[in-house]
């Protein structure tokens, strides 16, 4: 009986289930819907970049690096894993390099695939 009745109770959702698109999303088998203002991971315009090193400056998860060996001479680094996703460096970038984009972090089990060399100008 309790069978009979717990039948009676789900057959509205089968029913619904049947007829309507799934409410889950496919992600990862197809592009996510994402929000207007979705913050994902951090990307660069390398030519506007001046190395005056402000983003790391400001960064509150330390998620920027710059090694630099000189003047000219300097790396620009993104460690995804740290990055609280927080647009400072966006705000505190004078030269509109750095920017936060829609796109997704690939997951790893390696902790050096998330090093990301934003600028190169070794
Ligand atoms: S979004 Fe925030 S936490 Fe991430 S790199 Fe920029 S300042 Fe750092
Ligand atoms: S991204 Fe902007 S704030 Fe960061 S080092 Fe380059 S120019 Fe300076």
């Known amino acids: 009986m309790s069978l009979f009745r717990s039948f009676l109770y789900l057959w509205p959702q089968l029913w619904d289930a049947l007829w ?14 994402l929000p207007a203002g979705f913050r994902g991971h951090v990307v660069i315009n390398a030519e506007n970049c001046r190395g005056c090193s402000m983003c790391v400056r400001d960064c509150p998860a330390a998620a920027l690096e710059l ?6 001479k300097y790396r620009l680094i993104y460690h995804p894993e740290r990055c609280a996703y927080c647009g ?19 997951g790893a089990t390696d902790q050096d695939t998330f090093k990301i060399i934003l600028v190169d100008r070794y």
């Open 20 to 33: 309507h698109r799934p409410q889950t999303v496919a992600y990862p088998f197809a592009p996510p819907q």
């Open 67 to 72: 090694e630099r060996q000189g003047k000219d």
């Open 88 to 106: 400072q460096c966006e705000v505190s970038c004078n030269f509109d390099a750095i920017h936060l984009s829609n796109a997704f972090v690939k």
